[in-house]
């Protein structure tokens, strides 16, 4: 059974380049138009109250569809409700053999970034 790391690095081919994403995606090896969406979706995450259209600008520059955009908004946002409900009426962390179908099926649809 492969960890969570394993799953990570699977789905990116290099522990290594997960572990800098993890450790800090400012200065991960990504392409570019990775760490513009990340940055913006820590900004959606942390201040989304401060979020302009100013703000989607880097994306669009940075090769991303508003297709994409939206895509990870919605990640972003369903992630977000997910763990303010799973905190708040303390769900159990499914087992290891759920976070693998849960990456399998992920790795299968693939996001659109």
């Known amino acids: 059974m492969e960890s969570h790391g394993a799953v990570a690095s699977r789905a990116y081919g290099s522990k290594d380049k997960v572990r800098a994403v ?13 760490r513009a969406m990340l940055g913006f979706i820590e900004k959606l995450t942390l201040a989304p109250d401060t979020l302009t259209a100013a703000d989607v600008a880097p994306l669009r520059q940075a090769g991303l569809s508003d297709e994409a955009i939206e895509d990870a908004i919605h990640v972003c946002t369903l992630f977000s409700v997910y763990t303010r409900l ?3 009426f303390r769900f159990d962390i499914p087992p290891q053999a759920g976070f693998e179908q849960s990456a399998t099926n992920l790795l299968r649809r693939g996001y659109n970034i």
């Open 86 to 88: 799973a905190d708040s």
């Open 22 to 34: 993890l450790d800090d995606w400012r200065t991960a090896p990504l392409e570019e138009r990775t």
